[in-house]
């Protein structure tokens, strides 16, 4: 179906939606079909979903056009059609956290980020993949199939987001969450060219909670990603870093470009550790930076604050911690590990406890350093990632297990320090495929954040037609 401007439903965003059911000019089921079947086009090439339930999706978008007709709509979210990364539980299923060693158990209850979205009514689709225990930075997994990027099949989506990325980019619905711990999320926003915010840490509860975890939106528009927060950010006792309750206005995310006027932006174009900017990366960078000039923000190119010693030390407590996890199971389970987790994690056996300890020390290290460095700043911007998206078989950038993580010195650094982080599309390749600008504020600000880059997404132009499903 589609709209008199002939746009399909499955690229109507979740405002479009809201207003249109508010208007009775469109219903819930017709968009949740809409999604259904391109869902069905794509994910044979795709393959970013799990748990994917038409059936029941539409049992869902039928109870939310009954309550939008009786004009008891639950929120703006009512009724829009979205996706939750398979890491975030929903009640009765089970959840294999991208790795076929792990027992699959029904869940006991939703998790935070889902119970709030089910309040909210919004009609959950399908679950999304993730790597094996979300160590990648691909839509690699001993457990799921091999997620792709829909801009260029033979490219990763990004991870450990996989299929969430790769589902906002395709059009399976405005909605969609993802996790990050040290870039999850940002990463396959960047290579799939979308929007998301990593919050400020415990701005939206997560459960289990763990240092640097975070949750967030997944759309194609910072508008979205402002109606999620709406449902989202809000306390939930699960989460022991969970914020305490705050009014935040955040329908004013909506500047125009003016309020980028007289904003001092910080501009980070080396992450002091990992690989070395691509060319394409850096240029598109720097012209977004040319872009804030323009509008009247004042843009001071930084020093690196991060450095390899702190970059390895994280690396090699996430080692320790895994290898710690992969003992505890049998041997057979074990043995179902994607075999480059394995490595990696066992690479840790013979660390002391005095390499564990000062490797945990980096952790806060980086957190007081990314701190005084943005300390000065309205706003930094840099690349999310130093390089273009890897083939979609590899595991990582590198194809390493003792080089991991060399393309996340851009985004974990505000995982530790707490500040929000956004990716926002700014450019293209060569090769067609979208470059992510991170746009990082003080701990706590994530609608400044939000509003930096809406108007951002306001002075760059016209974006590209999203990526169409192969023909049959």
């Known amino acids: 179906m589609t709209t008199e401007f002939s746009r399909p439903l499955h690229d109507w965003s979740a405002a479009e939606l809201s207003r249109a059911y508010r208007q009775g000019t469109l219903s819930p089921v017709e968009a949740t079909q809409a999604v259904i079947d391109r869902i069905e086009r794509w994910e044979p090439q795709l393959q970013a979903t799990y748990l ?87 839509g690699l997994s001993s457990f799921h199939r091999l997620a792709r990027n829909p801009w260029d099949l033979t490219r990763t989506p990004g991870g450990s987001s996989a299929g969430a990325g790769a ?21 396959p926003a960047s290579w799939c060219g979308i929007f998301t915010l990593k919050p400020s840490l415990g701005r939206i509860p997560i459960d289990p909670p763990y240092t640097g975890r975070a949750a967030g939106p997944m759309t194609r528009s910072v508008e979205d990603a402002a109606l999620m927060m709406q449902a989202l950010a809000r306390p939930d006792a699960r989460d022991s870093m969970s914020l305490p309750a705050q009014d935040i206005d955040w329908p004013a995310f909506d500047v125009g470009p003016e309020h980028l006027k007289g904003l001092h932006v910080g501009l980070l174009l080396e992450a002091g550790c990992g690989l070395p900017l691509d060319a394409e990366i850096r240029a598109a960078v720097e012209a977004a930076a040319r872009l804030f000039e323009r509008a009247g923000a004042r843009v001071t190119l930084m ?38 987790i394995g490595q990696w994690a066992e690479s840790a056996a013979g660390l002391s406890g005095e390499a564990v300890y000062r490797a945990a020390s980096q952790f806060h290290a980086t957190r007081v350093a990314a701190v005084a460095a943005c300390a000065p700043f309205d706003c930094v911007i840099s690349p999310v990632s130093p390089n273009m998206p890897a083939p979609a078989e590899d595991p990582s950038p590198t194809n390493d297990p003792l080089r991991p993580l060399e393309h996340i010195g851009f985004t974990v650094p505000y995982n530790m320090s707490e500040q929000p982080a956004a990716s ?43 990526p169409e499903p192969p023909a049959a």
């Not at 979205?82 to 158990?105: H, Q």
């Not at 906002?168 to 619905?173: K, M, N, V």
């Not at 990082?440 to 930096?452: E, I, N, P, Q, Y």
Request: with cysteine; charged share 20%.
């Open 52 to 138: 994917c339930r038409p059936e029941a999706a539409l049992e869902q978008a039928r109870a939310s056009e009954a309550r939008w007709r009786r004009g008891e709509a639950l929120g703006p979210l009512d009724g829009v059609p979205g996706t939750l990364k398979e890491n975030i539980a929903t009640a009765g299923d089970p959840m294999p956290a991208g790795t076929a060693a792990v027992a699959l158990r029904p869940a006991a209850q939703d998790a935070p980020p889902a119970a709030r979205l089910k309040e909210a009514g919004m009609v959950l689709v399908s679950k999304t993949t993730m790597p094996d225990y979300g160590m990648l930075s691909s």
């Open 167 to 187: 589902a906002a980019a395709a059009g399976y619905g405005p909605l969609h969450v993802g996790t990050d711990i040290g870039g999850s999320l940002r990463l």
């Open 303 to 340: 020093q690196p604050f991060m450095t390899q010693a702190m970059l390895d030390g994280m690396d090699h407590f996430w080692r320790m911690r895994s290898r710690v996890d992969l003992q505890a199971l049998p041997a057979e389970q074990r043995a179902k590990v994607l075999p480059y």
């Open 424 to 466: 926002v599309n700014c450019g293209w390749s060569k090769g067609g495929l979208p470059i992510g600008l991170q746009i990082a504020g003080a701990r706590f600000d994530d609608l400044g954040v939000l509003k930096v880059a809406r108007a951002f997404e306001q002075i760059r132009g016209p974006q590209r037609p999203w």
